[in-house]
């Protein structure tokens, strides 16, 4: 900019765009009391509960640059076929569009992102959809979802439908038919510390289907308990599965089928059957000083339930009975270097339910080995006041004398 503006003319627009700002500040937001479109940018809110709304679509988003905030109110249908409790489309894509403080109950579709780039979906409930709770499909990108409660939906509870690098965590996806689901495309999503258990057939699955290949997705952290598959993989190549727990499922704890080149370490596995795999996958890393995730001193394969090996040398990995292979069923190579529990070492107690964390304000950075983090507290999000005019105009009057300064500095 300085190329551009002589003097301190970039300066007086800097300053004169931050008072803008500071006053804008303290304007309110539209308030919402029925089902609605929404075609403008800025922020609105819903002052009242709506409930058994006959609508196709109660609250459409159409407009760039959009928060709607429930406010903890809750929107309610009849559970019709194709039907949205929030609705964001716009054929021609959308960007910056949140959702937050809501409950959505009742609808095929809770709250449904379709080619939106660059938003939240922020601490709501959406429970007993037909369908799915939440879903970003048709390239959505670059969303982040944090501490959703997405339960009790008739299908899927969170789903990522040929959309690519989603940010999931904090979120509790529990009791659907399947808690998290990533197919048809999509790549590089991250789920970081989200809880999927006790749903009837996955918690977390990661599937092709039809259309392109679902690759180098980074699940980390993560809760798959006490469903029929903990962590289920099909035809899903290349992906990061690093210090989740998979506890009490039905079937196994993780299964891989027509999957290669996903790397699976530092991973908690007890389950009666704990794995399937008939690819070719990486099952260790290599063997590197630092706490595993039951507590030992080196990182480098997963904790089994049913390794029966010795740990001769106490570093805590298994050095016999190698590769692990869960008595055949990776059929092609296992873990080298299984987890074990020393004398020094205490299990982790890992429940089959986690609350929400704080939410996120920017992509994280996550490696392939990553420090396993207990069950997290939750932290609730904070509210960024509006700058009141007893303090705007000060800071007004403040910035006005910084720009007569400027003038006659020229």
């Known amino acids: 900019m300085a190329k551009i503006f002589k003097g301190h003319t ?58 709607f905030d429930g406010a903890g109110y809750t929107i309610d249908g009849i559970d019709g076929d194709e039907t949205y409790g929030v609705h964001v489309y716009n054929p021609t894509g959308l960007t910056n569009v ?24 922020a601490n709501n409930n959406a429970y007993s959809n037909r369908y799915t709770g939440i879903s970003l499909v048709g390239e959505s990108s670059a969303n982040i979802l944090t501490a959703n409660n ?27 038919t399947i808690g998290i689901s990533i197919t048809h495309g999509g790549i590089d999503n991250i789920l970081i510390n989200n809880n999927a258990s006790l ?12 259309g392109p290949g679902v690759s180098d997705n980074i699940l980390s952290n993560n809760n798959a308990n006490s469903n029929g598959y903990g962590f289920r993989l099909e035809g899903s190549n290349n992906n990061i599965l690093d210090s989740n727990s998979a506890i009490s499922n039905t079937i196994y704890g993780i299964s891989l089928m027509d999957s290669n080149d996903n790397i699976i370490n530092n991973n908690y596995f007890d389950n009666t059957n704990n794995v399937y795999d008939d690819g070719f996958n990486t099952w260790n890393s290599t063997k590197t000083a630092g706490v595993n995730i039951i507590g030992g001193p080196y990182t480098g394969g997963n904790h089994w339930s049913d390794y ?29 270097l299984p987890l074990v ?70």
């Not at 006959?54 to 407009?63: D, P, Q, R, V, Y």
């Not at 749903?199 to 039809?210: F, K, R, W």
Request: glycine share 10%.
């Open 199 to 210: 749903n009837s057939d996955t918690g977390i699955l990661l599937a092709n289907g039809v």
């Open 308 to 336: 029966t090996g010795a740990d001769i040398d106490g570093d805590g990995l298994g050095d016999t009975l190698l590769p692990y292979n869960s008595s055949g069923n990776i059929l092609n190579g296992g873990d080298y």
């Open 150 to 176: 997405v339960n009790s939906n008739g299908y899927t509870g969170i789903e990522i439908l040929d959309s690519d690098g989603n940010i999931l965590t904090g979120n509790n996806a529990n009791s659907n």
């Open 341 to 410: 529990t020393s004398a020094s070492t205490v299990t982790p107690t890992v429940t089959p339910t986690a609350t929400p964390t704080a939410e996120l304000t920017a992509n994280p950075t996550v490696t392939a080995t990553l420090t396993p983090i207990p069950t997290p507290t939750p932290i609730q999000p904070i509210s960024v006041p509006e700058f009141p005019i007893s303090v705007a105009f000060p800071v007004a009057g403040i910035l006005g004398m910084v720009l007569l300064l400027v003038r006659r500095r020229d």
């Open 98 to 121: 949140t959702v937050k403080n809501l409950t959505v109950t009742d609808w095929y579709h809770g709250i449904f992102y379709h080619q939106v780039a660059g938003g939240s979906i």
């Open 10 to 67: 970039a300066l007086r627009i800097g300053i004169v765009n931050i008072v803008i700002l500071l006053l804008a500040g303290g304007s309110g937001a539209a308030e919402i009391s029925s089902c609605t479109t929404i075609t403008s940018p800025g922020e609105y809110v819903l002052n009242q509960s709506i409930i058994d709304s006959g609508a196709t679509s109660c609250i459409n988003i159409t407009s760039n640059d959009v928060v």
